[in-house]
């Protein structure tokens, strides 16, 4: 494989039918942080999502097969971790989640030695979000704000436990990622980020009834088998007004 | 006439396994499992007496019962079992992908690096 510097930041965005979007993340990627590895997992898009990302000059990770959001997200991890990377930020290349906001998380990372930061934006959740945050955090004893934000860093000693042949099992990056981070004694912090609607495409779980339902099943099921005696409660980090 | 045709199916259970390992149909670490199956089946059909006495034995009064549900839990693990493989299965596809991805990523960033390489002796 080639060879990057150790230091080096990896960003990670996997990416599905994203060609509207992610032109316009990367570049504002690019310019958040001009010397940072740039990673776009394209998850077997059907457009130009792949062309449209090696135009902005990222490194493109072309799933023969659709592995979904997890599995794509493991593979950047995996692609990051065998570079070298020091810490690994993923993020949606639907335009969601916002490169300006970086630095809070850095910034948080920083300031409270954790291992994950997850960027939390509690008012973007729609009514279905909200009820199965609610009996996720009931089942799981895990009490975060945000569950199923995909806006996070990852130091390495995280990288290295995701990218293990243990959580290529899991499918989605909420309770079964989160359940392994603080089982294994990570220190997991949130921090409020502000965040905007996708500029193209709809979820691919929170879309319809029937979606919802059967990935509510699942994610219940590892959330109970997963569980600890012990609750967990991720630190809120406050964010200082000059980074905003 | 009953243990006879019972008997039979194991025979016939039995004997379709082994077809299938000789045609490289079915991997033997499978076979093993569903050949025990089969010579329960033959057992119990030809000598449903030992039925008889495992059903008395457990205080069971109608002896097929326990076939039914002897049958119905070897079932029932071999499919839980068979989901267990197929996981693993997944994941190893999983990993599979994810590894020729990151190859593929690997040898256009290669490529590029050759064609700036050529370009630029093409230049001097």
Known sequence: MLETPQTATYYVLPAWNEEVAVGKVLAELRRVDPLGYIVVVDDASCD????????????????????????????????????????????????????SQILRLTDAMNQTDANVVIGACSQRGSFLRKCAWTIMKLCSGISAEDLTSGFRVY?????????????????????????????????????????????????????????????MLQTLLLSVSKRRVERFNLEKYKAASAHD | ?????????????????VYLIKRDRLQVRHG?????????????????????????????????????????????????????????????????????????????????????DRQESIDR
């Not at chain 1, 593979?75 to 916002?98: N, P």
């Not at chain 1, 004694?185 to 029937?210: L, T």
């Not at chain 2, 493989?85 to 997944?90: F, M, P």
Request: include cysteine; aromatic fraction near 8%.
């Open chain 1, 48 to 99: 130009e999502t792949i062309k449209t990302a090696e135009a902005c000059g990222a490194y493109v990770l072309p799933m023969v097969c659709q592995l979904g959001p997890w599995g794509a997200m493991q593979a950047g991890m995996r692609y990051a971790a065998e570079k070298g990377c020091r810490r690994v930020i993923t993020m949606d290349a639907d335009g969601q989640h916002l490169p």
């Open chain 1, 155 to 215: 130091d390495r000693r995280a990288v290295d436990l995701l990218v293990g042949e243990e959580a290529s099992y899991l499918e989605h990056q909420d309770m079964g990622v989160l359940a392994r981070l603080l089982g294994n004694g990570m220190k997991v912090v949130e921090v409020d980020v502000e965040m905007q609607s996708r500029v193209s495409g709809a979820s691919r779980i929170f879309n319809s009834w029937p979606k919802v339902l059967w990935y």
């Open chain 2, 1 to 17: 006439m009953t243990e006879l045709f019972t008997g039979a199916t194991g025979l016939f259970v039995a004997a379709t396994i």
């Open chain 2, 32 to 116: 093993v499992s569903w050949m025990f199956v089969a010579a329960m089946f033959a057992l119990f059909g030809f000598a449903p007496s030992l039925l008889d006495r495992l059903a008395a034995s457990l205080g069971v009064a109608y002896s097929p019962t326990v076939a039914l549900v002897l049958g119905g839990s070897a079932l029932i693990i071999k499919a839980v079992s068979s989901d267990v493989e197929r996981s693993l299965s997944e994941v190893k596809i999983t990993r599979i992908v994810q590894r020729l991805a990151m190859l593929e990523a690997d040898i256009k960033r290669l490529e590029q690096y050759a064609d700036q």
